[in-house]
């Protein structure tokens, strides 16, 4: 038996086609329960995608952070708290689950905020061939807990230019704004976490 899109359910037409092929009834429950986890599969394939999806964009915002260590932030290194990429990730595509587009619709700015000040460190179209329908601006939190050890003192005169710091830590809280582009009446939605 193969199972087409033109079969919607275990109907008598089915079994009746299974009867005349002269299959006991072990077939033909294997066959229907064959059919069954082919109703269910494409749900599967669904969370494997949305889930790979997650995994390639917290990789992104991993990549940017790797970018702007030296040119935007100026420190060596930038310490991520476990998780955080993929829960921004998870958000990311729960907001962009709405859109019209969906994630391929959507330009993303990714800032820091440090001191209450934002800096721009990157901007990312999902995907160019097609046209944003909305954006979201991602910032990142520098940790305000963390104080500096007494290592980057000693690095900072000995290794680094004046402004370098050896070590920038991020907060696990961040923030998501969302602007849609092809609705100016719908407003600016913000979430904090």
């Known amino acids: 038996m193969v199972v087409t899109s033109t079969m919607k359910s275990k ?13 006991d009834q072990a077939q033909i429950d ?60 998870r958000d ?25 000040v934002c800096k721009k460190l990157d901007r990312i179209i999902y995907d160019s061939s097609v046209v944003p329908t909305f954006e979201l601006t991602l910032v990142f939190k520098q940790d305000g807990s963390a104080w500096p050890s007494l290592r980057d003192f000693f690095l900072i005169g000995a290794c680094f230019s004046p402004g370098f710091r050896h070590a920038l830590k991020l907060s696990p809280g961040f923030r998501l704004v969302k602007k849609k582009l092809y609705s100016p009446s719908a407003g600016t939605v913000v979430e904090e976490y």
């Open 92 to 116: 990311v595509l729960r907001l962009s689950s709405g859109e019209p587009c969906g994630l391929r619709g959507c330009i993303l700015y990714i800032n820091l905020e440090v001191e209450n």
């Open 11 to 23: 109907n008598s037409e089915c079994i009746s086609e299974l009867i005349d092929r002269r299959c």
């Open 30 to 89: 294997e066959e229907l329960d064959y059919w069954d986890h082919g109703l269910i599969e494409p749900n599967l394939n669904g969370e494997v995608f949305e889930e790979r999806t997650c995994q390639h964009l917290a990789k992104m915002f991993e990549n940017c952070l790797s970018r702007a260590k030296k040119t935007k932030l100026h420190c060596s290194e930038v310490l991520v708290p476990e998780k955080l990429t993929s829960r921004i990730a």
